[in-house]
């Protein structure tokens, strides 16, 4: 099982949705968030908790996704984890800059580790601007590859957000599985 944790304002639905909607075609979640639970899909679990902080951190391996409003935690991290984190958001970025962990950015810079090359009403391109290392410990190499929405987002960040969601899972049972392939 895979932990993914999510940080930010609890109003914030725009990750949850992504998830609940797409994640759940190809993994079976566990969504926690304040006092409730949702466990739908089937396939490799995932435990995915949505805080508004976070007091600490304890888990070998995990992910950590910061909604636009939300505030990197003042604790340490293991060295394992990988941030996502939006480049839009600055006071996420200085509080990210030291840590020793691995941070990817999404945004609508080439300079960002994800970025949106083209923008449609339903659909979006979505460019790896540069190598990432899945959890599985296999390299992806810059790409771009489309994106399906079910809506157009209010927020690009989202999308990108879970598009990098996707890759460190090295989700290979979806459309983007089959754009960056086995080795």
Do not use: H, W
């Not at 304040?34 to 908790?49: P, R």
């Not at 394992?80 to 609508?108: F, H, M, P, Y």
């Not at 079910?150 to 969601?165: G, H, R, V």
Request: hydrophobic residues 40%; charged residues 20%.
């Amino acid at each position: 099982m895979t932990t993914i944790n999510i940080i930010g304002r609890e109003s914030d639905k725009a990750l949850e949705e992504l998830i609940l909607t797409q994640l759940t075609q190809t993994y079976r979640v566990t969504y926690v968030k304040n006092k409730s639970l949702v466990q739908a899909g089937q396939g490799y679990e995932l435990l995915i908790a949505d805080f508004t902080e976070l007091k600490s951190l304890f888990v070998p391996q995990c992910l950590l996704i910061m909604k636009n409003g939300g505030s990197v935690p003042n604790i340490s991290f293991p060295e394992s984890t990988i941030v996502v984190a939006s480049s839009d958001n600055r006071e996420q970025l200085l509080a990210l800059k030291d840590l020793k962990c691995t941070v990817i950015t999404c945004g609508g810079s080439e300079k960002d580790t994800l970025s949106c090359s083209s923008y449609g009403s339903n659909a979006l391109m979505v460019s790896l601007n540069r190598e990432i290392v899945a959890f599985s410990g296999r390299s992806i190499l810059p790409l771009e590859m489309p994106l399906k929405l079910c809506k157009s987002p209010k927020d690009i960040y989202y999308p990108l957000a879970f598009t990098a969601l996707r890759l460190i899972l090295d989700d290979f049972n979806s459309d983007l599985g089959k754009l960056i392939g086995r080795d």
